[in-house]
């Protein structure tokens, strides 16, 4: 079983930064992939990217690449989204989630993870 908590989230101006945590909790973190996840007002949750185990890679869905920036640190048990260059399209409620068994052909599907926080609220205005 694990445990995760978001925090960090916030209201920001477009064009600034935020940075998301997750803590986990467990002596087994190290053993999970960690995804970020974003769920806006009336819309589906939607994949924002992940990193691996090791933290040896990431991968991001479009609209965030080269913005926001996941990392991870294995002894603190926690993931953290960089968040920069934020627009008001990216007003959502985050959500970190881990699962044991990554695939890069899956990682984008919610249903592939087994942990989910409760999320943080960004607010982006413009």
């Known amino acids: 079983q694990v445990q995760l908590v978001e925090s960090g989230g916030g209201l920001v101006q477009a064009g600034g930064s935020l940075r998301l945590s997750c803590a986990a909790s467990?002596?087994?973190?190290?053993?999970?992939?960690m995804g970020w996840f974003r769920q806006a007002p009336g819309k589906e949750r939607e994949f924002v990217g992940v990193?691996?185990?090791?933290?040896?890679?990431?991968y991001y869905e479009d609209s965030v690449e080269g913005r926001f920036t996941i990392s991870r640190d294995n002894a603190k048990n926690t993931v953290y989204l960089q968040m920069n260059s934020l627009k008001p399209e990216d007003t959502a409620v985050y959500c970190c989630a881990a699962r044991l068994s990554f695939s890069m052909a899956t990682m984008t599907r919610s249903n592939e993870y087994d942990y989910w926080g409760q999320g943080t609220q960004v607010t982006v205005s413009s």
């Open positions: 990193i691996t185990r090791s933290g040896g890679l990431t």
């Open positions: 467990g002596r087994t973190f190290s053993s999970y992939a």
